[in-house]
Structure formats: C-alpha cells, structure tokens
C-alpha cells in the first residue's frame, strides 16, 4: 500500500483550505473601510501570498488524485470505484471527475485558473472581487476537506482509503493491507471521448459565472454602482458562450452514445445546467443595455446575483441526493447535503440583503420606452428567458419541495408531470419562439434610427420571406405525405424570421462597412437551433418498421415489436429504402483503426487478450501475424450494419455497438451509430441480440466418417475436408513436448463465401482431447471427434445452433445539422462580441443622447448587442 501519495494529497487539501481562509481575510482588510482601488499594501502581499499558496495546494491535490488513478493504486476508494486497469489513458482523465469529490476539483482548480487571471487583468478590482473569490474557494475546498471536527464530518475526502470505507467487509479483518488486483472501471456510458472534454467545459462555465458575481459584489460593497459593468462584461460573454457550449457538448453526447433517439430529454441534471444559463443570457443582455444605453441596470444586478445562486441550487440538486428517484445521473449524497445547503444559503442571503440594501441607490433611467425603442425588446427577450428559466426550475425543484415538506413532518403529493418530455417542450419551444422574434427584431431596430417608417420598412424585407419560406416549407412538408400542425407553423415561422433578420441586419452592416456584429452572429445561430430542433424531433422518421406481419417475442413491449427490423446473420432485409444486411460481430482492438471480427481471435482465458487466428489487416496494414498476442477492448461488442440505398446504390456500414449491463433494466446497455448526410442523420441501435452470457444451445453432434477430400453437408451448407496437418497454437493449447495435436482444414461454403474451421484432436499423456471449431455466421460447429490411421478416416462431429441475429432500430433525423450549426455560430457570436468589447472604442460609453442617434451618423463606430 501506498500511503504518502494520499497523505500527501490531504494535507495539501488542508493547506488549500488555509490559505483560502488567509487569502479571503487578507483581501477584505487590505479594502475594508477603503475606496475602489485603493489598498493596504501589507494585506494585499499577505492575500496574494496567501492565494498563490491556496493555487500550488489545488494544484498538488490535482497530481495526487490522479496519480492515484492512473498508478492503480486500488488500495485508495476513489481510484478502485472509478477506474480499472484496461481503461486507456484518457478514459482516465474521465474517471478524475466522475465522483463527487472529483468534480468539486476540477470546479476549484477553474476558480484558482480564474483568479490569477483576475489578479493580472483587473488590478482596481483585485481586493474586493478576490475576497468574494476566496471566499467561495474556502466553501467549496470544504467540500472535499474530509475531517470530522466535534463529530461533525466536513467533506468528503478523495483520498480515504477502501479499507477505511468498507470497514464491514471481512476481508479487512482478516487482512488489513489487503489491495484488490482490479477496479470496478468507469461507468459504460462514459466511456466516449465527449466526456473527456464536456465536463471541464461545462464546469469552467460554472466558475465563470463567479466573476460577474463576483464584480456585482463587490460593486454592492464599495458603492461603485455604474463602474462594474465594464470589467465584468467580457467575463459574462465568455461564461455565456463557454455554458452553452459546454450544455451542447452534453446534448451531443446524449446522442451519440445514449439510445433513446434525441439529445435533451430534460433530465432534472441537465435542467440544473440550462436553467442558469438562460438567466445568464438574460443577464448579459441586461448588462449591455447599461453599458450602451444607460438603463437596465437594476436588471444586471439581479440576474447576475440570480445566475450564480441557480448554480449553487443547481449544485445542491445534483448533489445532495434529493434527485436519486427522478435523474438516471444526479451523484449519490455523500452526507453532504447539509454542508451543500448552508454553502448556497450564505452566499444567497449575503448576495440579496447587499442588493436589498443598495437597491434604492442604483441608478436607473428616465427614459420611457415605446415600442420604436430596441431597449423594450431586449427587456421583453430577456424577461422571455427568465420566465423560461422558471418554468423549468418550478418543475424541476417539485422533489426538493416534497423532501423539504417530508423534513418537516408534512406528507405532500406534488409528484412529477407523467410525461415530462411533453411538458417542457411545449412550454420551451414557445420561448423559443419568442426568443427567435424578438431577436430578430430587436437586432434590426438596434442598428438604425427607428420611426414608424423605417421599422416598418426594416421589417417587410424578412417578414415578407418569412411568410414565402414558411409556406413553400409546408408545402413541401404535405407534398412529402406528413402533416404540419398550427404549431409547428408558427415555430417554422419564428425561425425563418430570426435568421432572416439576423441575417439580414449582417448584411447590412457588412455593407455600410461595420465590423460584424457577434450579437446578430449568436442570435442567427440561436434561430437555427431552433429550426433544427423543430425538424430533427419533430419529423423524426422510424424507418424500421416490422412489416413482416411477425411478433418477434411476447416478452417484448409492443414499440420494440412494432418498431424494430429482424436481421438474421449474413441475410439481406429490406428496410424503407434501404438494403440491410448483418455481417458479423466486433471487438475493438488499441491500434487497429476501425473494429476486427470476432472470427480472427481466439479468446483466452484473459478477457483482455486474444489470438490471432488469421492475419488482422486494415486499411492495406498488417497489424497482427496469425498466432500474435492481441490486446482486446471487450465490454463493447460491435455489430457491423451493412446499408445499401436502393434508389442510389450507396453502401456504407454502421457499428452500433451494445454491452451486457446487469445494472440496465434489460441487461443490455446499447449506443448508436451515426451516418450524417447534409440533409439527414441515419441513427441506428440494436434492441436486442443473443445474450452472450448463455451458453449457445447447440444441438446433439452428428456424427460422420470422413476421407480427406469427402463432403459433408450441413443443414443448408457444405464442407469439404481439404486436409489434415499439425496443430497451430493459435488455438490456445499451450502445448507442451510430448503432445500430439492434429486439425482439420475445413472449407465450409456458405451462402456468401467461404469459411475456414479447424476443429483440433489433442493427445496429451494418453488422454484425447477435442477442441471444437464454430463458424458464427453460419451457426455451425464441428468436432474432430476420433482417427482411424490405418484406414485413413476421420470421424467429426457436426451441431446446429440458432443462427445469429440482432433486432435492429432506425430513424431518420432531418436537418439535424443545422441544430450543430446553429450552436456553432452561436459560440462564434460570443467569441466576437468579446472581442469587440476588449478591441478599439469597445469601452466607449453612451450616453442617453448618443446612443438615440443613428449609428450610422456617430463618429465611433456602432457595438453590437450581444
């Protein structure tokens, strides 16, 4: 056992703990009773110290834990519960943040990467905003801290011993450096390189929503009520755009690795994410208008301070437990709901009685607003957002309120909607609807001077297309047999319109010679994320139907029968337009490109390694000579999917692959795989194949005696006995001297081609042994069963079994790519008007006056709208 390593670990969580408890004092002295800007020196070189020594501790918390995962090191609970010895390197780095205390980590060491930006960039603001910063590491490392003071326990340590977690298993008793030889690996699911990559994004998007917090606060604090929203700007854009991206990220992985045939399906845990992202949205959009027009300011300063208290809630939700019977993937409560409630309500009681007390002294604009002025319809967007916000947060928070209720003694019978999908659709694609109008609008009335005569002539252009691009759409939506609802026309409506003005307002200041706009960027891409979820859910085509007039089994549900195609092994099935024919199963192997079949290696009793039976090429390269040694990938089994467009004649193959799973309900954990057109995604799954945990049930051997160069038929097959040689030890039989060892060269004709089988006759010390030989593809098995040397012949043994199948499961998603699209350009929008606020005149304030006049007639250039 190796102790130091998580000793180590430990303490320099506990120094981590320190000194964010210095830092966050230090930088409160070095400001208390003093103007923005100015500081203590001595409390500030102790608060900076401090700090930088708060980073080096997260920073050697960081190697240790993954120093413990990648050595193996099983004697510690974390690496054991999360990881394996198969698991390539960066599956790996998953494991760092799949638990709890992993993730609390990676959320701290973005927070300390935060800092030091922090501390270089915003010099003025450094004391104030760093004492908020602190003051949030010193909660969040209490996460981790695991230390019971006064037998209260503090966290929850990723160093704690397995021994020190199952205290109750014999084992430990009998033997208390006992180590387990084996993890119990990552969790299936998230063994896909998005899950590298989503979870650092999606948490560098929570800790970015600290800084405007941050800057809000400290804004409260020092009474610098107008000068915050500079400095904090650009931060919410990046926070902004990292978020969204980091919540597409997960809606890609749920649908490429999950099977249930879409990518959001509002699961509390993804409405913990989405929630505070559209408040946040809502609140760059607040802190624009302050910026550009002078109002709205009392707007930003709640929707930042409700921004980061939705993801405290949003991280209590998730954590505490109190999702474990309504989210397939909420962490288990690790006894930290306590800890996790008391961290979220100090910072939202600090948060809104600072706002309640500056409330009163926050400037506000005498400006009215009539509906010429764009400021209205960025309000109305952001209020839109907001009202969308809550309705996914009331529903969502039902199990919070009936535990709250249970705590205090009250049963209550608010359950869940019975269909949950149904209920947040409907009332979210309306907001989306909104959201795709009032974008456009505002966009086009934000660019010019607006009176009744140039908004009205602004908008006929797009409403005009609008009105001509939704009709041919439902035209072509009939002309194809399908039917289009009134909803659906409206919602087509609002996203031709959101990208035909967003569009539009581009062109034009692409043509008057202003840079581009990345709020009219960001908003077209929005509009045709809009669209793409419109045709990809809603026109979603299952093009499997069972049209065999055949129940394929009682025991399944009546969608898998009725939804499903049946492909026996080797035989084509018509399928919708398309040829499909099943070919075989395969295993992933590190190093081959693409998958090798099943019939090339030869298990051994590793599970891990195989043999090659026949030389494993791909792509023109030998990768492994017959009798090589193979490293194996064997939890997922791939099974290759022949398609043939009738119409076209294109071929291409799909490997949607399956695993058996105890802990899914059917056994069978199942991903799909994807062929993308421009147009269209083909998205197949398996939903059932042969349970490769039983034995095949293969029928009583046949017998028959055999010359070399007979025939022999098998069921619908025949082979021809070509010869007999010495054994190969690619069979396995680690042979020894003395052995004697034969195989049959068998040239099984199936119905395609033709099939090599060795079946081998062992002598060893005086006792015969046989091993058998199968061709999968065909069902068949054959034994060399005894030899007659003097005449000559050769006795085999012929079983049948079922042939090999899978129940297979298609559909057709239309124009899902402009959904990818969409949420492409609207990262693209964020990184611009990011680099429009920190580029030349981005600073630039206007004033009432100013920013009422044409931008074309300004002697700066004209800022977007983000």
């Given at each position: 056992?190796n102790?130091?390593?998580?000793n180590?670990?430990?303490?320099?969580?506990?120094v981590?703990?320190?000194?964010?408890?210095?830092?966050?004092y230090?930088?409160?002295?070095?400001t208390?009773?003093?103007?923005?800007?100015?500081?203590?020196?001595?409390?500030?070189?102790?608060?900076?110290?401090?700090?930088?020594?708060?980073?080096?501790a997260?920073?050697v918390?960081?190697?240790c834990?993954?120093?413990?995962?990648h050595?193996?090191?099983?004697?510690?609970?974390?690496?054991w519960?999360h990881?394996s010895?198969?698991?390539?390197?960066?599956?790996?780095?998953s494991?760092f943040?799949?638990?709890?205390?992993?993730?609390f980590l990676?959320?701290?060491?973005?927070?300390?990467?935060?800092?030091?930006?922090?501390?270089?960039?915003?010099?003025k603001?450094e004391?104030?905003?760093?004492a908020?910063?602190?003051g949030?590491?010193?909660?969040?490392?209490?996460?981790?801290?695991g230390?019971v003071l006064?037998?209260v326990?503090?966290?929850s340590?990723p160093?704690?011993?397995?021994?020190?977690?199952?205290?109750?298993?014999?084992?430990?008793?009998?033997?208390?450096?006992?180590?387990p030889?084996?993890?119990?690996?990552?969790?299936?699911?998230?063994?896909?390189?998005?899950?590298v990559i989503?979870?650092?994004?999606?948490?560098?998007?929570f800790?970015?929503?600290?800084?405007?917090?941050?800057?809000?606060?400290?804004?409260?604090?020092?009474?610098?009520?107008t000068?915050?929203?500079?400095p904090?700007?650009?931060?919410?854009?990046?926070?902004?755009?990292v978020?969204g991206?980091?919540?597409m990220?997960?809606?890609y992985?749920?649908?490429e690795?999950?099977?249930?045939?879409?990518?959001?399906?509002?699961d509390?845990?993804?409405n913990?994410?989405y929630?505070?992202?559209?408040?946040?949205?809502?609140?760059l959009?607040?802190?624009?208008?302050?910026?550009?027009?002078?109002?709205g300011?009392?707007?930003?300063?709640?929707?930042v301070?409700?921004?980061?208290?939705?993801?405290?809630?949003?991280?209590?939700?998730?954590?505490?437990?109190?999702?474990?019977?309504?989210?397939?993937?909420?962490?288990?409560?690790?006894?930290?709901?306590?800890?996790?409630f008391?961290?979220?309500?100090?910072?939202?009681?600090?948060?809104?009685?600072?706002?309640?007390?500056?409330?009163?002294?926050?400037p506000?604009?005498?400006?009215?607003?009539?509906?010429?002025?764009p400021?209205l319809?960025v309000?109305?967007?952001a209020?839109?957002?907001?009202?969308?916000?809550?309705?996914?947060?009331?529903?969502?928070?039902?199990?919070?309120?009936?535990?709250?209720m249970?705590?205090?003694?009250?049963?209550?019978?608010?359950?869940?909607p019975?269909?949950?999908?149904a209920?947040?659709?409907?009332?979210?694609?309306?907001m989306?609807?909104?959201?795709?109008?009032?974008?456009?609008?505002?966009q086009?009335?934000?660019?010019?001077?607006?009176t009744k005569?140039?908004?009205v002539?602004?908008?006929?252009?797009p409403?005009?297309?609008?009105?001509l691009g939704?009709?041919l759409?439902?035209l072509?939506?009939r002309?194809?047999?399908l039917?289009?609802?009134?909803?659906?026309?409206?919602?087509?409506?609002?996203?031709?319109?959101?990208?035909?003005?967003?569009?539009?307002t581009?062109f034009?200041?692409?043509?008057?010679?202003?840079?581009?706009?990345g709020?009219?960027v960001?908003?077209l891409?929005?509009a045709?994320?809009?669209?793409?979820?419109?045709?990809?859910?809603?026109?979603s085509?299952?093009?499997?139907?069972?049209?065999?007039?055949l129940?394929?089994s009682?025991?399944f549900?009546?969608?898998?029968?009725?939804?499903?195609?049946?492909?026996?092994?080797?035989?084509t099935t018509p399928m919708?337009?398309?040829?499909?024919?099943?070919?075989g199963?395969?295993?992933?192997v590190?190093?081959?490109?693409?998958?090798?079949?099943?019939?090339?290696?030869?298990?051994?009793?590793?599970?891990?390694?195989?043999?090659?039976?026949?030389?494993?090429?791909?792509?023109?390269?030998?990768?492994?000579k017959?009798?090589?040694?193979?490293?194996?990938?064997?939890e997922?089994?791939?099974?290759?999917?022949?398609?043939?467009d009738?119409k076209?004649?294109?071929q291409?193959?799909?490997?949607p692959?399956?695993?058996?799973?105890?802990?899914?309900?059917?056994?069978?954990?199942?991903?799909?795989?994807?062929?993308?057109?421009?147009?269209?995604?083909i998205y197949?799954?398996v939903?059932?194949?042969?349970?490769?945990?039983?034995?095949?049930?293969?029928?009583?051997p046949k017998?028959?005696?055999l010359?070399?160069?007979?025939?022999?038929?098998?069921n619908?097959?025949?082979?021809v006995?070509?010869?007999?040689?010495?054994?190969?030890?690619?069979?396995?039989l680690n042979?020894q001297?003395?052995?004697?060892?034969?195989?049959?060269?068998?040239?099984?004709?199936?119905e395609?081609?033709?099939y090599?089988?060795?079946?081998?006759f062992?002598v060893?010390n005086r006792m015969?042994?046989?091993?058998?030989?199968?061709?999968?593809?065909l069902?068949v098995r054959l034994?060399?069963?005894?030899i007659?040397?003097v005449?000559?012949?050769?006795?085999?043994?012929?079983?049948?079994t079922?042939k090999?199948?899978v129940?297979?499961?298609?559909?057709?998603?239309?124009?899902?790519?402009?959904?990818?699209?969409?949420?492409?350009?609207?990262a693209?929008?964020?990184g611009?008007?990011?680099r429009?606020r920190?580029?030349?005149?981005g600073?630039?304030?206007?004033?009432?006056?100013?920013?009422?006049?044409?931008?074309?007639?300004?002697?700066?250039?004209?800022?977007?709208?983000?």
């Amino acid at each position: 056992m190796n102790l130091l390593i998580g000793n180590i670990g430990h303490l320099s969580v506990i120094v981590a703990f320190a000194a964010a408890l210095v830092a966050a004092y230090g930088y409160f002295q070095a400001t208390r009773g003093r103007a923005l800007g100015d500081t203590d020196a001595s409390w500030m070189r102790i608060a900076r110290g401090a700090f930088f020594v708060h980073g080096a501790a997260v920073m050697v918390v960081v190697g240790c834990l993954f120093n413990i995962i990648h050595a193996h090191r099983y004697e510690y609970y974390y690496a054991w519960s999360h990881s394996s010895n198969h698991l390539p390197v960066e599956y790996m780095i998953s494991c760092f943040w799949e638990g709890q205390e992993g993730s609390f980590l990676l959320w701290i060491f973005w927070h300390v990467v935060l800092g030091l930006c922090i501390m270089r960039f915003n010099r003025k603001w450094e004391a104030p905003v760093m004492a908020v910063f602190s003051g949030v590491q010193l909660f969040l490392v209490s996460m981790i801290l695991g230390v019971v003071l006064g037998g209260v326990k503090i966290g929850s340590s990723p160093f704690i011993l397995l021994r020190d977690f199952m205290t109750d298993l014999p084992v430990f008793k009998m033997n208390p450096d006992f180590v387990p030889k084996d993890g119990t690996g990552l969790n299936a699911l998230l063994q896909n390189y998005w899950m590298v990559i989503h979870p650092p994004t999606l948490f560098l998007g929570f800790a970015l929503t600290l800084v405007p917090f941050a800057f809000a606060i400290a804004a409260l604090w020092k009474k610098e009520l107008t000068s915050w929203v500079k400095p904090a700007l650009p931060w919410t854009l990046v926070g902004g755009g990292v978020l969204g991206v980091g919540v597409m990220m997960g809606a890609y992985w749920a649908y490429e690795t999950l099977n249930f045939g879409g990518y959001w399906n509002w699961d509390p845990v993804e409405n913990a994410v989405y929630i505070p992202w559209l408040v946040l949205v809502a609140s760059l959009h607040g802190m624009v208008l302050w910026q550009k027009r002078r109002m709205g300011l009392r707007t930003a300063f709640a929707l930042v301070v409700a921004t980061f208290v939705l993801i405290l809630y949003a991280t209590f939700l998730t954590r505490s437990g109190v999702l474990g019977n309504s989210s397939v993937h909420s962490f288990t409560d690790l006894g930290l709901s306590g800890q996790l409630f008391i961290y979220m309500a100090a910072f939202t009681v600090l948060a809104v009685a600072l706002l309640i007390s500056r409330w009163k002294q926050i400037p506000i604009s005498e400006k009215e607003l009539n509906g010429y002025n764009p400021e209205l319809w960025v309000f109305v967007g952001a209020t839109v957002l907001c009202l969308g916000a809550f309705q996914v947060l009331f529903t969502t928070s039902i199990p919070v309120y009936n535990s709250f209720m249970g705590l205090l003694g009250i049963k209550t019978n608010v359950a869940l909607p019975a269909d949950q999908i149904a209920h947040y659709s409907k009332m979210q694609l309306w907001m989306g609807v909104g959201v795709a109008l009032l974008s456009g609008v505002a966009q086009i009335m934000w660019w010019q001077r607006n009176t009744k005569e140039t908004v009205v002539n602004s908008l006929t252009a797009p409403t005009l297309l609008t009105l001509l691009g939704t009709a041919l759409v439902v035209l072509l939506v009939r002309y194809n047999g399908l039917t289009i609802s009134p909803t659906y026309i409206v919602l087509t409506l609002a996203g031709l319109f959101g990208v035909l003005a967003n569009f539009g307002t581009i062109f034009t200041l692409l043509r008057r010679g202003v840079r581009l706009s990345g709020g009219a960027v960001a908003h077209l891409g929005i509009a045709l994320m809009l669209l793409g979820i419109l045709a990809s859910a809603g026109y979603s085509n299952i093009i499997s139907r069972n049209v065999s007039g055949l129940l394929y089994s009682r025991e399944f549900d009546e969608d898998l029968n009725r939804d499903n195609v049946l492909l026996w092994r080797n035989e084509t099935t018509p399928m919708q337009g398309y040829q499909l024919t099943y070919t075989g199963q395969f295993f992933e192997v590190p190093g081959v490109p693409g998958y090798v079949d099943k019939q090339l290696l030869y298990r051994t009793d590793d599970e891990y390694k195989a043999l090659a039976r026949a030389p494993i090429v791909s792509q023109g390269k030998t990768y492994y000579k017959t009798g090589d040694t193979v490293n194996i990938m064997p939890e997922n089994t791939y099974y290759r999917i022949n398609y043939k467009d009738v119409k076209s004649g294109e071929q291409f193959a799909l490997y949607p692959r399956a695993q058996v799973n105890e802990e899914m309900g059917n056994g069978l954990l199942a991903s799909p795989a994807i062929k993308k057109f421009w147009g269209h995604d083909i998205y197949t799954h398996v939903s059932s194949v042969l349970d490769p945990r039983k034995e095949k049930p293969w029928s009583e051997p046949k017998e028959t005696m055999l010359a070399v160069g007979d025939t022999i038929f098998l069921n619908d097959y025949f082979a021809v006995f070509r010869a007999i040689e010495p054994a190969h030890e690619t069979a396995g039989l680690n042979l020894q001297k003395g052995d004697l060892a034969l195989q049959a060269d068998m040239i099984v004709h199936g119905e395609k081609r033709q099939y090599h089988a060795h079946p081998v006759f062992v002598v060893r010390n005086r006792m015969v042994g046989r091993v058998p030989d199968e061709v999968e593809d065909l069902g068949v098995r054959l034994s060399l069963n005894a030899i007659d040397p003097v005449a000559g012949k050769f006795t085999f043994g012929v079983s049948t079994t079922q042939k090999d199948y899978v129940i297979l499961k298609a559909m057709e998603k239309p124009f899902i790519n402009l959904l990818w699209s969409g949420t492409l350009l609207m990262a693209i929008g964020f990184g611009l008007s990011l680099r429009q606020r920190g580029g030349k005149g981005g600073a630039v304030v206007e004033t009432e006056e100013t920013a009422s006049e044409a931008p074309a007639a300004r002697s700066t250039k004209p800022q977007p709208v983000a």
